[in-house]
């Protein structure tokens, strides 16, 4: 195996743990594309993207383009004279970018593409109450999330899985697929499937868009089992919210963690039930979903004794 000269395109923790496989691995880490430093936190000061931090942390060169085609950013990634690209949650790519390198560019999807194009894989596959999701390696092509596959890995979501513990395991087992992936180009053995063979196979392609706050909005006419997934794909981030009324008092609260109950039952939809000490559960068409943490706004994300502790009055109220 020839080891391959790599540049690196990530941002989040995410990315990190690919970066890191590959720094680890039998191929050089030539230069790191980053976001550029933004203003964060109430003082504003520059934060640097975590791969920025391990790169820095490595001795690994660092670009940070504002635009990804300016001249002086292209001149620069080509005098890294790298072999090949590997891209693992950073922005779209221009043209100009991923057919530069010889070997070309290849992305880490977090779903078993074609399922699940788009740019929230893992919550669209929670929020859907999808058996298993996983990571795909594919190489870039003009249409986002759409290239030839190299490789994918299987993963299971159970059912205590949520958005945040399935990112965790993808992060994990994409880091090593990544490496396995460049061993494979290396050695001029990566297989190539293309995902319209995958589709004329009846594998359905499916999109998972961007996720927006009305998005994250409950809808208790719903099914019990559809909101309680809903709340799963969306925790930690951005969580899924809903509203407490009162008479014309309004609170909002964001709903981390939730048990499903499917029964029959006459109360209203959007009826809380509670013991003020235990339990708050809310009668939805088919059962009843109990909110197990939760968050008002401008307080701490708290399990739900804590909130019952200081929210006596919360029977009173109705969600929304």
Not at 52 to 60: G, H, S
Not at 178 to 198: H, R, W
Not at 270 to 276: E, K, N, P, S
Request: glycine share 6%.
């Amino acid at each position: 195996m020839s080891p391959l000269r790599i540049v690196f395109m990530g941002t989040p923790e995410f990315a990190v743990s690919s970066l890191d496989a590959i720094f680890h691995s039998e191929h050089e880490v030539v230069g790191v594309v980053t976001v550029p430093d933004k203003p964060a936190g109430r003082g504003q000061k520059l934060q640097q993207s975590a791969v920025k931090q391990y790169a820095v942390e490595k001795n690994i060169p660092v670009l940070q383009p504002e635009k990804l085609r300016s001249e002086d950013f292209l001149l620069d990634l080509h005098a890294l004279n790298a072999d090949l690209f590997v891209v693992v949650a950073f922005r779209m790519l221009p043209e100009v970018v991923w057919q530069m390198p010889p070997k070309g560019t290849f992305n880490l999807h977090g779903s078993l593409l074609p399922r699940y194009r788009g740019a929230a894989p893992i919550n669209w596959a929670v929020i859907n109450g999808d058996s298993k999701t996983g990571v795909t390696t594919f190489f870039l092509k003009h249409e986002i999330d759409t290239g030839n596959i190299i490789y994918q890995e299987e993963v299971a979501i159970t059912a205590e899985d949520n958005a945040g513990s399935i990112h965790d395991k993808l992060m994990v087992v994409g880091a090593k697929l990544v490496v396995k992936t460049l061993d494979a180009i290396s050695q001029g053995a990566a297989p190539i499937v293309s995902q319209e063979e995958l589709i004329a196979k009846g594998y359905e392609p499916l999109h998972a868009p961007k996720i927006f706050k009305e998005d994250c909005k409950v809808d208790w006419s719903t099914d019990v089992t559809s909101i309680h997934n809903l709340v799963r794909g969306l925790s930690p981030y951005p969580a899924a919210w809903s509203e407490l009324v009162k008479s014309d008092e309004l609170l909002s609260m964001k709903i981390f963690k939730t048990e499903k109950e499917v029964t029959e039952h006459d109360y209203t939809v959007g009826t809380l039930l509670t013991d003020a000490r235990s339990f708050l559960k809310v009668a939805c068409v088919d059962g009843f979903l109990s909110i197990l943490e939760l968050q008002l706004a401008g307080k701490k994300r708290m399990p739900i004794r804590d909130f019952l502790l200081g929210f006596k009055n919360i029977a009173d109220y109705l969600v929304k």
